[in-house]
């Protein structure tokens, strides 16, 4: 969470500063266009890092519970595990939780690379997601999986914890539901 402030600041206040100078310049002479940018830049970084990055901040905590570290308030999320299933019975459980439990839009459903990809529909808190499933091999009866969730937008740093819910999700319907077979 340490460099998570100090980024969303960062970006920010250089995306409004740029606007904003951009702005000014056809208005006034460049060395007073661009001291004029640097108000509403700065009162519209400290806004969107001090209203907004908490926000995120708690959804994220929520969403996560206890045990979990810092790589839980960034919009790349990703876990891996070992199931007791074969590759075959493993990647039809998550298909089928994909696209009719999730409400995911199938990409790909290889069964040559054991991939599977997906994205989730527009949300309020994001343009939506991309969802990779990613099969190997772990012995005769196990399964490596490899679940990330990323926005679909790679220049968004807040999304209220929704690729987080969306990777913990997936982990725990695919563990409970492996077990039933």
Do not use: C
């Not at 439990?101 to 994205?119: C, H, N, P, V, Y």
């Not at 679909?152 to 969306?166: A, F, H, P, Q």
């Amino acid at each position: 969470m340490s460099k998570f402030y100090p980024r969303l600041f960062f970006v920010n206040f250089s995306a409004m500063f740029a606007g904003a100078a951009i702005f000014y310049l056809f208005k006034m002479p460049h060395s007073e266009a661009l001291l004029a940018a640097l108000y509403p830049a700065g009162l519209f970084a400290i806004l969107m890092t001090f209203v907004v990055g908490p926000i995120h901040v708690a959804l994220s905590k929520k969403i996560a519970g206890a045990g979990y570290g810092p790589e839980i308030y960034r919009t790349h999320q990703s876990v891996e595990l070992s199931i007791g299933l074969d590759y075959t019975k493993l990647f039809s459980i998550a298909h089928r939780y994909l696209k009719e439990k999730a409400g995911f839009e199938i990409l790909e459903a290889d069964t040559r690379t054991w991939r599977i990809s997906a994205k989730s529909p527009v949300s309020l808190k994001t343009f939506g997601n991309i969802i990779t499933l990613e099969f190997t091999e772990a012995g005769t009866i196990f399964t490596n999986l490899k679940i990330s969730s990323r926005p679909r937008i790679g220049t968004t740093m807040i999304d209220y914890g929704e690729n987080l819910k969306i990777v913990l999700d997936a982990k725990q319907y695919l563990i409970q539901n492996a077990g039933q077979q």
